[in-house]
């Protein structure tokens, strides 16, 4: 099979094409045919050397991957061959997404959804999962809650939006300003423009802030949310932030997705209902994965996806 790899970390142009062995299933695992695999800003950084989740190289990157099954392991039940899949397996150990086939504990895998073609199936995924693990499992966002989301029009803000939205929040939402108009078809009841001042002075009095930026900018969104509010962050947050959170009766939530078939189910469900839509900002075909990771360092709104 094809498959794109790096024999070192480096920049975009250590992704290479190469022929592979193709993988078989073991026991609980199913074969994808891969028709598309999701990139991520997390992909960038294990390519650099900056994230060390699969150790050195030689490996394939990526974990977001929608395709039809192509074998099944022994006890594996309520999938078929030629069934349409999707997930984001195995993470955060190597699930080797770019390539024409992989494998995936069957449990890690769900039905794609049907209103949407595996280029939109295979962006879901990893940012999906976040946002839904950040805002459902980690918040417990409830209706009529208000909720702040940053980078909202990025891979997992557009998607933490939608999900906030369907869920009955009134949402408050920062991006850049050639954004806006972008996040506020999202459904946004508020956007604000973050180069125009801090967010901190325009709103208050929030439940629940989804914070994927780090550093300050965590310390910053305390100051947003009242007394036993949630800070839910993607990243590292200080001692400090920590101090300051405990002080004000604050929960500060630190997160990292993790493969979860029910959470991929109700995001197909979402789908499904159109009350969630996936923006693809371009796909790449597998052997320009070097360029795709170069375009995604560009902070497109939404996706990056290679057709398979």
């Known amino acids: 099979m094809r498959a794109i790899i790096q024999n070192s970390f480096g920049g975009p142009d250590v992704l290479v094409i ?37 150790g050195e190289p030689p490996f394939i990157l990526g974990w977001d991957v929608s395709g039809t099954v192509e074998a099944l392991g022994a006890g594996v039940t309520g999938l078929k ?28 895998i769900a039905m794609k959804p049907a209103g949407i073609d595996h280029i939109h199936a295979a962006a879901l995924p990893l940012a999906g999962l976040t946002a839904w693990q950040g805002l459902v499992r980690h918040g417990g966002l409830e209706q009529g809650q208000r909720v702040l989301i940053h980078a909202a029009a990025g891979g997992v803000g557009h998607l933490a939006v939608q999900i906030a939205k369907a869920r009955g929040a009134y949402v408050i939402a920062t991006t850049s300003p050639q954004k806006l108009d972008f996040v506020r078809t999202l459904g946004a009841d508020e956007v604000i423009d973050y180069t125009k001042g801090d967010f901190a002075d325009a709103v208050g009095d929030l439940d629940l802030v989804l914070e994927p930026i780090g550093g300050e900018h965590a310390e910053r969104s305390l100051r947003v949310l009242k007394p036993g509010g949630i800070l839910v962050s993607l990243l590292d947050v200080s001692d400090n932030t920590r101090t300051q959170a405990r002080t004000r009766g604050i929960r500060v939530e630190r997160m990292s997705v993790t493969p979860d078939r029910d959470g991929l189910v109700e995001l197909g469900k979402l789908v499904d209902a159109k009350k969630l839509a996936i923006h693809v900002a371009r796909s790449f075909p597998l052997e320009e994965a070097g360029d795709a990771h170069a375009f995604l360092a560009t902070k497109p709104i939404g996706k990056v996806v290679l057709a398979v």
């Open 18 to 54: 190469a022929d592979r062995p193709e993988p078989k299933p073991k026991q609980g695992e199913v074969l994808v045919r891969v028709r598309g695999a999701g990139i991520n800003p997390v992909d960038g950084a294990v390519r650099g050397g900056h994230y060390p989740l699969l």
């Open 81 to 108: 061959v030629g069934d349409a899949v999707f997930g984001m397996p195995l993470f955060p150990r190597q699930a080797a997404a770019y390539a024409e086939l992989a494998v995936a504990p069957a449990d890690e």
